[in-house]
């Protein structure tokens, strides 16, 4: 069944979240959890995510993104909700 009431979140990850497989390790949970978005490394060290879906898909999600794959270490998740747009199709690396 379809979502009737989906929600939408940018978020900024801070910590040693870059060259450890996040953007990775985040496509496929994204994936897994039927989240679409993106995901990108910014150039200060920190990572960006957007995100929309399900809201209790995002609160999983979010879940993750406190600890992240094997290797990282977050120091601090930043989280601003958003309007839902349905623009993202899929979940994505950007670059």
Do not use: C
């Amino acid at each position: 069944m379809a979502d009737r009431n989906p929600k939408a979140f940018s978020a900024r990850v801070e910590g040693m979240v870059q060259g450890v497989g996040f953007r990775f390790s985040a496509l496929h949970t994204a994936g897994r959890l039927r989240i679409s978005g993106y995901v990108q490394n910014l150039p200060d060290g920190s990572v960006k995510v957007v995100a929309e879906g399900e809201a209790q898909n995002l609160d999983r999600f979010r879940n993750w993104l406190e600890k992240g794959p094997l290797g990282a270490h977050v120091r601090n998740l930043s989280v601003v909700e958003r309007p839902y747009s349905g623009y993202y199709k899929n979940f994505t690396i950007e670059y």
